[in-house]
């Protein structure tokens, strides 16, 4: 699904070409044939039937993420991530995985801002042994020193490798806390180093108890399975565990912004030098539904992400990599899934290292020009075209719709928004486009981010 | 096994033993004017996915042209017959067709996956990108820019330099061993006239090989292999490479970079595809670090000391080298410990190969993961391909299962035994390792 627009490499100036009248693509109503339930402890239960494969892909999502952490320890959702695979009452410390290992499976979890999910992908017959495992971990962790302390390593060296030692990683975190002066979103998922130094198993043990509930978690099956071979299974192995009270999630939100934010990293291992600019956005959820029927404008958003940068024929690429010849890529896109923010931005690399300044002003030219004069109905047209395609390619996937279910879903929406998709972006106008474009890309609302090479390369 | 697993341990033996269900039906279609293909057949999403190859790759790039192949790979849907650079984007995007081109060490590959109602506008324009490619000068320009680029970031990046040293020591001069895009010399000299010709003599008949899955039956398949492939020369100028030979004397490496996490990258010679042991060399291998948070390394090294984010080691099987390779990070203070805990794992699979419930393990991971190949359709077609390059046979599939089942632990101890040798290990290591003995800085790229 196009809700964050693929890293773009070309374009053509649209008006130029001449291209058959789109009708524009009937909006599908079922997108993935979904069916879902609510188990009586408050356990969510999706399920999206896919045979091509005789192999299922379960997660296990709870609504809980980095941004509902404590104040200094906001990495702990993260970190108890790593230690669900540890022992419970049931298994041995490493077992979980070895398990699924030897069912040919493959399994792994993520911690975002919003949500924490655990997922795993095996052949369809030990579905039953997988939900069992699932449900034992959910609530019967047992955390000790002895299996806390050498995995707040693994997570200190897990920083080293993905932030530090990475200079987009290290100016990327950057770009998080200036974006978000108030708001927990600009904290690193992984945590601070100085405070991650200090993490304690008391502190994991706290965040499970606070978060990890039935009625704090869904349950996505995609696969070879009917829905009611995984009601049964559900029933069984979630079923007796008891709902408990979880905190609502009241998080801090960003005051208006008012000044443009610039960051500059320099660094000898930075391979290219580059550019961007984030603006903060309304996410699909946070926008809601505006009054009098306008659009949300997180649907708007989509379609200028897809106008700006398009993949290969894109506003960006156009006039600064092919016309211009001043960028070696240029692209845009639009991030809304997030719970309470979304993010617009737009980035581009020089075709020569000292141009990058040309590269800002080209750049700031095409955003004026899209203020000023709009987009046509044309390119608004063949924009929402593309998406609805990718919304058809993306049910060719056994954990994409699982994940965008699991994002949406955890995120606090709900499974009817997700399915609107389609028609929600099939109703943008031109005009509904523009508005969102004035109300988001405005220059106090941006953190411009440069990213050069330091000094000749070794 | 520790006594809480054993409930479990015991329903899984016996979960193994059940068959996994049938693999997907493949079908051999024959187009009518002769293109063989391999089809999986699905119609719950209106899509179709087309993976093919030419066999060989960048090896076969002339000396001083180096880069031609990804060159060429980048280039193919930049404009062909009478559709430029920017018009033929045009088409491929207002349709959704996704297009792309690839060059690895031993073939030249394509991947085309697009809705069923395009299906046929998608064969007109691959068959455009692969007989009348334009190499207009904009686009060539555009493009050899990315590339260069590309080159100079990878000269940058200690892990890529890392890998070169690795490779030049273990194959010297072999093709295998030049650095994937070529150098800023040799990119900077290719012409036009140089892609013309790789295209005339590379994309032909007799090193084509195609797999299809998705919403299409035998009969349409037919003749779309034609629309798309039907205008391919016949054949082309044969292959010459000989094996490559591996450099059997271990070394320690450095590649001094002022960076937070030293990089690791490790490897010797190791197995073939079409060596009969291959299987036994893969479980052996599972075991010692191929396994995730199975293998021995992972747990050595993550699980019991927290030394590493992760660890793993693979087989490398190309056409004309085999190597077992592995790479990990961890703080340029405990490299020298790493290493140590490394080689001791390393020499110890040598002289004792696996326990009995580790090929237990290994062999069920190998059995039971191979359904979850075939989840999309671009998985699946990607997958029959695979095993068209192997010359595996349509069959390979159902075959698999017998073959891997009947390795005995015996085996795999001969192979450990025949296959590892911590003292033929390449080391490399990126960053400022301290406490390293008997390291010595790596040569100059």
């Known amino acids: ?458 | 096994m520790r006594s809480r697993l054993i409930t479990l341990a015991a329903a899984l033996v016996l979960m193994a033993l059940a068959p996994a269900a049938p693999a997907a039906e493949v079908q051999r279609v024959t187009s009518p004017g002769g293109i063989e293909a391999w089809l999986i057949a699905d119609d719950a999403v209106p899509i179709m996915s087309v993976a093919f190859a030419f066999r060989g790759g960048n090896s076969l790039d002339p000396v001083g042209k180096e880069g031609l192949a990804q060159l060429a790979s980048g280039m193919l849907d930049e404009g062909a017959g009478d559709l430029d650079s920017a018009a033929f984007q045009q088409r491929l995007a207002q349709r959704g067709i996704d297009f792309g081109f690839d060059a690895n060490n031993d073939d030249f590959s394509g991947h085309l996956r697009v809705l069923t109602e395009y299906r046929d506008e998608a064969a007109d324009l691959l068959s455009l990108a692969l007989t009348q490619p334009r190499f207009d000068p904009e686009p060539l320009e555009r493009m050899r820019r990315q590339f260069l680029i590309s080159i100079q970031g990878e000269n940058r990046s200690p892990d890529t330099v890392a890998n070169r040293v690795l490779e030049r020591h273990l194959l010297g001069d072999d093709p295998y061993a030049r650095p994937t895009y070529g150098t800023e010399a040799s990119m900077s000299g290719l012409t036009a006239d140089d892609l013309r010709g790789f295209v005339r003599e590379r994309f032909t008949r007799d090193r084509f090989l195609v797999a299809v899955t998705g919403d299409i039956g035998a009969e349409n398949l037919g003749l779309w292999l034609d629309r798309a492939f039907g205008k391919l020369g016949k054949s082309g100028p044969a292959d010459n490479l000989e094996e490559a030979t591996v450099n059997p004397a271990g070394a320690l490496l450095v590649v001094e970079r002022d960076i937070p996490q030293a990089a690791v990258f490790f490897a010797q010679e190791g197995i073939k595809r079409d060596d009969p042991d291959f299987f036994a060399a893969y479980l052996m291998n599972y075991t010692l670090g191929g396994g995730g948070f199975s293998a021995r390394l992972m747990s050595e090294l993550r699980e019991k000391r927290g030394l590493t984010y992760g660890v793993s080691t693979d087989l490398v099987t190309l056409d004309r080298v085999g190597l077992i390779a592995g790479h990990f990070e961890t703080p340029n203070d405990k490299v020298a410990e790493t290493l140590e805990i490394l080689r001791a794992e390393w020499q110890r699979m040598a002289t004792e190969g696996p326990t009995e419930a580790e090929l237990a393990a290994a062999k069920d991971y190998l059995l039971g993961y191979y359904p979850r190949n075939l989840t999309s359709t671009s998985r699946a077609a990607d997958t029959l391909l695979g095993i068209q390059k192997s010359n595996l046979g349509i069959d390979y599939m159902d075959k698999r299962q017998q073959e891997i089942a009947a390795v005995t632990l015996d085996d795999v101890k001969r192979v450990a035994k025949r296959l590892l040798d911590a003292k033929a290990l390449t080391i490399v290591v990126a960053g400022k390792p301290t406490g390293l003995q008997g390291a010595e800085p790596a040569p100059a790229q």
Do not use: C
Request: hydrophobic share 45%; glycine share 8%.
């Open chain 1, 1 to 458: 699904m196009g809700r964050f627009s693929r890293l773009s490499v070309l374009g053509v100036s649209l008006a130029l070409i001449l291209i058959a009248p789109l009708a524009t693509r009937a909006a599908q109503a079922d997108l993935f044939e979904a069916e879902s339930f609510t188990l009586d402890n408050g356990l969510e239960v999706v399920v999206l039937p896919k045979h091509l494969a005789p192999v299922v892909y379960q997660m296990v999502v709870y609504k809980v993420g980095a941004a509902d952490g404590e104040p200094g320890k906001n990495g702990v959702a993260h970190f108890l991530e790593h230690l669900m695979f540890k022992a419970t009452d049931k298994l041995a410390s490493g077992a979980f995985s070895q398990i699924v290992d030897r069912l040919g499976g493959t399994d792994n979890a993520y911690t975002s801002q919003d949500v924490t999910a655990y997922h795993q992908e095996v052949a369809k017959e030990h579905l039953a042994t997988i939900m069992a495992m699932e449900a034992d971990r959910m609530v019967n962790l047992r955390l000790t020193d002895e299996v806390v302390l050498p995995e707040r390593d693994v997570i200190l060296n897990e920083r080293g490798q993905s932030v530090e030692a990475d200079p987009s990683g290290r100016l990327g975190e950057a770009v998080n806390a200036a974006i978000y002066r108030n708001h927990p979103y600009g904290r690193p998922i992984i945590g601070w180093r100085h405070e991650m130094e200090t993490y304690s198993t008391q502190d994991a043990q706290d965040f499970y108890r606070r978060w990890y509930a039935p009625n704090n978690a869904i349950l996505i099956v995609a696969g070879d399975v009917t829905a009611e071979e995984v009601r049964k299974l559900a029933e069984t192995n979630f079923g007796p565990i008891p709902a408990r009270e979880i905190p609502k999630r009241a998080r801090l939100m960003e005051p208006p912004a008012v000044a443009e934010r610039r960051l500059s990293l320099s660094s000898p291992e930075a391979r290219y030098p580059s550019f961007s600019r984030s603006y903060l956005a309304p996410s699909y959820r946070s926008a809601g539904t505006p009054k009098d029927g306008a659009t949300n404008p997180a649907y708007a958003l989509s379609v200028l992400a897809e106008i700006m940068d398009g993949g290969t024929v894109g506003r960006l690429h156009r006039k600064l990599v092919v016309e211009q010849g001043i960028a070696i890529s240029a692209g845009a896109g639009y991030s809304g899934d997030a719970r309470d923010y979304g993010r617009f931005m737009v980035y581009a690399a020089p075709r020569d290292a000292d141009k990058l300044e040309a590269v800002e002003k080209a750049l700031d030219a095409e955003i004026e020009r899209l203020l000023k004069d709009g987009v046509t109905a044309d390119e608004v047209a063949a924009a929402k075209d593309r998406l609805q395609i990718d919304s058809v390619k993306a049910r060719d996937s056994l954990a994409g719709p699982a994940r965008l279910v699991a994002t949406a879903l955890g995120s606090d929406g709900t499974l009817a928004e997700l399915q609107a998709w389609p028609e929600r972006i099939a109703a943008v106008t031109a005009n509904d486009v523009i508005e969102a474009a004035r109300a988001v890309l405005a220059r106090e609302n941006g953190v411009t981010a440069t990213l050069m090479p330091a000094g000749d390369a070794p």
